[in-house]
């Protein structure tokens, strides 16, 4: 059974999207905004997902209870640029039910 959930994201230009994205894909947060090409090709996901570039760094922006931070993803985001209290990882966020509403923004290109 495939279930939906909308997030919102507002992109570099600060266009903000209305996006529904696929729960039984085991998709990541940057592979979503990949699909919906929320950035210009080669500007996020650079590295893959593998929390090793920051190219999709995003600000969680709603009160969503996200999985703790990796060591990679902690390690990557303090060596970023533009880091802020609420940032993470997009590839570091699986896309699950519990993220219905969840409001993100995309981090200025480094």
């Known amino acids: 059974?495939?279930?939906?959930?909308?997030?919102?994201i507002?992109?570099?230009?600060?266009?903000?999207?209305?996006?529904?994205?696929?729960?039984d894909m085991a998709l990541n947060l940057?592979?979503?905004?990949r699909m919906y090409e929320l950035a210009p090709e080669g500007t996020i996901g650079i590295c893959g997902g593998m929390a090793m570039?920051?190219?999709?760094?995003?600000?969680?922006e709603s009160t969503h209870e996200l999985s703790e931070q990796s060591d990679d993803e902690e390690a990557?985001?303090?060596e970023?640029?533009?880091?802020k209290p609420n940032s993470r990882l997009g590839c570091q966020i699986q896309i699950?039910?519990?993220?219905?509403?969840?409001e993100v923004r995309l981090a200025p290109e480094e």
């Open 1 to 8: 059974m495939s279930f939906d959930i909308n997030i919102k």
């Open 76 to 78: 990557m985001l303090s």
């Open 30 to 33: 940057m592979e979503v905004m």
């Open 80 to 83: 970023a640029f533009h880091v």
């Open 53 to 60: 570039c920051a190219s999709c760094q995003c600000y969680i």
């Open 96 to 102: 699950t039910p519990k993220l219905e509403g969840l």
């Open 10 to 23: 507002t992109d570099r230009l600060g266009v903000t999207h209305q996006i529904e994205a696929p729960t």
